[in-house]
């Protein structure tokens, strides 16, 4: 089969295409004909090795030289094609979803994948854009759930993959949003159902005297003094930064992180430093909420197969808004 391989850290440049040994499904695991993957924060940050903590932390993932897993990506939609002995719950033909998790392997023409960590494609996605959904879809549903009807939310990069998802997901919960973006991205965030919408280039966010029940950061561009300043006295920052790349960095936008968890444990406000598991529960929340309408991927690019390392470079430049896909 084809897939986006890689050997070592590098640029996109390091991504090639080539003929792989087809998966075959294990016992507890679906083998899906890939349709479409998404790309995300979390394939470039792997593919250069950046920030080199992750080296020194991951070691099951990440070698000294480049990432212990070849293939690259994670969010995937497609059709089931076989099933391991031990699986009744999914059948050759099915159309579903799934996030990889640190495995990888979704850009690809097909990967196995356990049969916990795939739903239902939602019936009405495309495979593009159910592609778009998992990963960014459940980091947002994940950093949102201290949100509640009435509550004030800010969410920091709210053009983004995340971000896009992020807004939606928080006026599905009742909440009133603030969404901030840059200028040319006002115009998507406003169509998601953003309140209110701030633009970067034009007002710091941070010296508004605005107060928000919950603060959502997925940029990483101000430090945790600031960002706690627009919080409720009962209010809830939540951290989830994926940065762009700016060179090779020792921590990237773990040094925020790694300085939220330090002082979470010493100030009054509540500091959640998002970690996302993948499995069927956030897949199957988030299917419900894109089949009753409260929730549509924002889709800005495909890309072929061939072209994956163009769509990661357009992502990890900036220029990127809402989701990048991959088509297979």
Known sequence: MKAIVQDRYGSPDVLKLMDVPKPTAADNEVLVRVHAAAVNAYDWHVMRGDPYLMRVMSPAWFGLTGPKRRIRGRDFAGRVEAVGKAVTQWRPGDEVYGDLGDANGAFAEHVSVPAGLVDLKPANLTFEQAAAVPLAGGTALAGLREVQAGHHVLINGASGGVGTFAVQIAKSLGADVTAVCGKRNIDLVESLGADHVIDYTQEDVTSAGRHYDVVFDLVGNHSLARLRGMLEPTGTLVLSGGGVSRGGSMFGPMGLIIRGKIMSRFVRHRMVVLTVTP??????????????????????????LHRTPDAIRYLEEEHARAKVVITV
């Open 279 to 304: 499995g069927k529960e956030p897949l199957t929340a988030l299917r419900r909420l894109i089949e009753a309408g409260e929730v549509t991927p924002a889709i800005d690019r495909t890309y072929p």
